[in-house]
């Protein structure tokens, strides 16, 4: 059974960082791009970073392009979100979400999410 | 960047077919893929290349895609149905991973 659990979330002040974690089991974790999706409260789905199964393809929002970092361990099965210079409009939940390709495909869409973790900046 | 347009809501009385439109410039030419999120819920996807389903969602779903506007639609509406329904697209702009502002679906 596929799961993926998130984890670093939490209450952070303004201008402050904060480490987002995605621990993967139940699949080959090297063969696939992950995803970080995030859920503002009340609002619909923002895509915000992706990462290819080896690392070499990594993509950004132009909301969060300087900020954030997306990171893998595949000898760990597991997903990070480096998140910098928070800002009030980065609360929201944050999802991880499988790919069910390895890169850039033209086609990727996600076929597992986890529960996601929630992030409030403020101070 | 891409911009899809879903509407804000839709209303359907039990047992008759909802159908949620997704637009977009062209959208014909890309795959589409829709998701379910229920209150509380992650997103499940419910439909993926247009017009596939995953294993496990019932048949009642089924999507198409032309010009520019995909259509996801839902045979035999049930209660267990109602939620937010978000399409998606991969683009070669800015943001690649783009989502429609969702529609939630009412089951009166």
């Known amino acids: 059974e596929v799961q993926l659990v998130e984890s670093g979330g939490g209450l952070v002040q303004p201008g402050r960082s904060l480490r987002l974690s995605c621990a993967a089991s139940?699949?080959?974790?090297?063969?696939?791009?992950m995803h970080w999706v995030r859920q503002a409260p009340g609002k619909g789905l923002e895509w915000v970073s992706g990462i290819s199964w080896n690392s070499g393809s990594i993509g950004y929002a132009d909301s969060v392009k300087g900020r954030f970092t997306i990171s893998r361990d595949n000898a760990k099965n597991s997903l990070y979100l480096q998140m910098n210079s928070l800002r009030a409009e980065d609360t929201a939940l944050y999802y991880c979400?499988?790919?069910?390709?390895?890169?850039?495909?033209?086609?990727?869409?996600?076929?597992?999410w986890g529960q996601g973790t929630l992030v409030t900046v403020s101070s | 960047s891409y911009v899809l347009t879903q509407p804000p809501s839709v209303s359907v009385a039990p047992g008759q077919t909802a159908r949620i439109t997704c637009g977009g410039n062209?959208?014909?030419?890309?795959?589409v893929h829709w998701y379910q999120q229920k209150p509380g819920q992650a997103p499940v996807l419910v439909v993926y290349d247009d017009s596939d389903r995953p294993s496990g969602i019932p048949e009642r779903f089924s999507g198409s895609n032309s010009g520019n506007t995909a259509t996801l639609t839902i045979s035999r509406v049930e209660a267990g149905d109602e939620a937010d329904y978000y399409c998606?697209?991969?683009?070669?702009?800015?943001?690649?991973?783009?989502f429609g502002g969702g529609t939630k679906l009412t089951v009166l």
């Open positions: 979400a499988k790919d069910v390709f390895g890169g850039n495909s033209g086609q990727n869409y996600f076929d597992y």
């Open positions: 998606q697209v991969w683009d070669s702009s800015s943001d690649p991973v783009v």
């Open positions: 062209n959208i014909g030419s890309k795959s």
């Open positions: 139940g699949f080959t974790f090297d063969d696939y791009a």
